[in-house]
């Protein structure tokens, strides 16, 4: 949650790089004395490693058992992984073994070796001590500093729980290694049992107690994975419900099948609130879309068949930007959306402005033309992109981006589509605000409510009409900056928005911005919950997602018979007689 806020104020403005913290000086200090201990000095070290180290230590005492840890001018070096050298060729770089940077040369650039000289290597521990080198690293694999490895790391040695059920030929070694996991996953719940980490540990130490434990510390286990309610409880609690039903262990049968519902039920939680936030988030780029077409089709009375093709120019832009961005410092790329955001709006913008000056402006009051003047214009701009891009086209989103915030057990929401509804968001109040509290909003309401009075009073209702088409097709342009940060881009992309955003704005109310918000939200949020609906129907399970698309569409059309102005009908002289 920590990182999701700072990214939230701060992404697109600065870089903020994170250090692990460095290794404490005892650990050091012990790892100086490694060389040259006895056994039993040895075995005091690896103590004080397993409990003050972390997963860097892993390639030192790799090298260490390995025979290939050196030790220079009281500096612990190994050996990294082959690679090519400018102007050298493939070669063996130097590392620190402690931080795991590179051993600079007298020239300052990064030192390397053809072969490894192991003359200078420190002796590796007699081979029947070397397993407690292995015990040691599988131990220290559970405290990644980077958080989200370690966290898949404490689920890794859970998920090897699952293992033990089985009867294959290693299962005497699976036991084993869990019986040494066990403690380590221990130690790190009993220093922080409030922790970031502490649901993912208490779900290894149950999983591993039910697979390695006596009767009494499974029966405990089985009912802490049943309130813990993971997908990977529901897994191994059912593998032991089958293992004690050969056993004919009623008890513990009983016992599973209640923890296995209890994860059931949790399980159905966690896909409502997922289906929840897809449509909200499928919705935030349906009122981005919206938005524009609420401007001109509900301000100006202009039916722009070509309103998805413009999404489509904000995406390409976003591209363009993006491939631009690949030629300055690698650094820069992560934030590319600061040019591209502004670019997209402009960009698309322009272009409206032109259309509107040009076709549009001598089509007013006659729908019918303007409506096949759009579609026309639409297929040129597709046809026009086609020629230009090809077909399909990917943008790499930025780094801040990937991944997801677990919210709760097994409910992770992707940072791309966070993001995407903070933008959406925004966006949204900046429209309103533009429209509602702005003198160029007052005199755009003022123009297409009453374009003869308006003129009277001096404003220039021509410009005004290129501006508010320009809008309309801006606010479209962002749209097309959130569609690359989750999907392919093509040219005919915006086809498969362009009839949803006109039902939203229909929904909503023509004019309305509070009606396209609200519907938006609402028929993304009914899309993504029919969609998995039909799903579980044998015969509609292929065509679930175009069956849930005619259902939407015959909701829209039974609303309409009751409301036919939709949410936000006019009022007062606005209204319908």
């Not at 600065?14 to 040895?42: H, M, Y």
């Not at 039910?210 to 813990?228: C, F, R, W, Y």
């Amino acid at each position: 949650m920590l990182r999701f806020m700072k990214v939230l104020f701060v992404a697109l403005a600065f870089a903020a790089t994170v250090q692990a913290d460095p290794l404490p000086k005892e650990v050091i200090d012990a790892v100086g004395r490694l060389p040259g201990s006895n056994e039993a000095g040895r075995q005091q070290i690896y103590g004080v490693l397993a409990e003050k180290g972390d997963a860097r230590l892993i390639p030192l005492l790799e090298a260490y058992r390995d025979g290939s840890l050196q030790n220079r001018e009281g500096k612990f070096i190994v050996y990294g992984k082959r690679v090519n050298f400018p102007g050298q060729g493939s070669m063996l770089p130097l590392l620190d073994a402690i931080t795991g940077n590179p051993i600079l040369g007298s020239d300052g650039k990064p030192s390397g070796v053809l072969k490894p000289d192991l003359s200078k290597a420190i002796n590796a521990p007699p081979r029947p001590q070397r397993r407690a080198i292995l015990d040691l690293i599988s131990s220290l694999s559970l405290l990644a500093p980077d958080p989200e490895t370690r966290l898949q790391s404490i689920r890794d040695a859970g998920e090897r729980a699952n293992r033990a059920f089985l009867k294959s030929a290693d299962h005497a070694q699976v036991m084993e290694d869990l019986a040494k996991t066990a403690p380590a996953l221990s130690r790190q719940l009993d220093k922080d049992p409030q922790g970031h980490f502490a649901p993912a540990l208490r779900e290894a130490v149950a999983s591993i107690d039910l697979a390695t434990g006596d009767h009494a510390a499974q029966l405990k286990a089985a009912v802490s994975l049943g309130n813990i309610g993971s997908s990977r409880a529901a897994n191994i609690l059912k593998k032991w419900l089958d293992a004690s039903h050969d056993k004919g262990d009623h008890d513990a049968e009983q016992i599973a099948q209640t923890a296995i519902a209890k994860t059931e039920s949790y399980q159905s939680r966690v896909q409502i609130a997922q289906y929840t936030f897809a449509g909200i988030s499928q919705g935030s780029i349906l009122v981005l879309l919206a938005l524009g077409l609420s401007v001109i089709f509900g301000l100006m009375g202009v039916i722009n068949m070509a309103h998805g093709e413009f999404m489509m120019i904000g995406a390409f832009t976003t591209y363009l930007v993006s491939e631009g961005f690949k030629h300055l410092p690698p650094a820069w790329y992560n934030y590319y959306l600061i040019a591209a955001i502004p670019a997209a709006f402009l960009v698309a913008g322009l272009i409206g402005f032109v259309c509107e000056a040009t076709i549009i402006r001598h089509l007013y009051g006659r729908p019918l033309e303007t409506l096949l003047a759009t579609f026309g214009l639409g297929l040129i701009l597709v046809q026009t992109a086609r020629s230009l891009f090809g077909n399909n086209r990917s943008v790499k989103p930025p780094t801040w981006m990937e991944g997801g915030v677990e919210v709760a057990t097994d409910l992770v929401f992707p940072l791309n589509r966070v993001y995407i509804l903070i933008f959406c968001i925004l966006c949204i109040a900046a429209a309103n605000w533009i429209v509602n509290r702005t003198k160029f909003g007052l005199i755009l309401r003022a123009t297409t409510q009453n374009r003869e009075m308006a003129a009277a009073l001096g404003v220039a209702t021509r410009r005004i009409d290129g501006l508010t088409f320009a809008l309309g097709c801006g606010l479209a342009g962002l749209a097309g900056v959130a569609v690359p940060l989750y999907d392919k881009i093509n040219p005919a992309m915006g086809s498969d928005y362009i009839v949803d955003s006109f039902l939203v704005v229909v929904v909503g109310g023509v004019g309305k911005l509070a009606g396209a918000v609200i519907a938006g939200f609402g028929l993304g949020f009914i899309g993504k919950y029919l969609e998995p609906l039909f799903q579980h129907v044998s015969f509609l399970k292929s065509g679930a997602s175009v069956i849930g698309k005619v259902a939407v569409l015959g909701m829209v059309i039974i609303f309409l018979q009751y409301k036919p102005s939709g949410l936000f009908p006019p009022k007062g002289r606005n209204a319908d007689a």
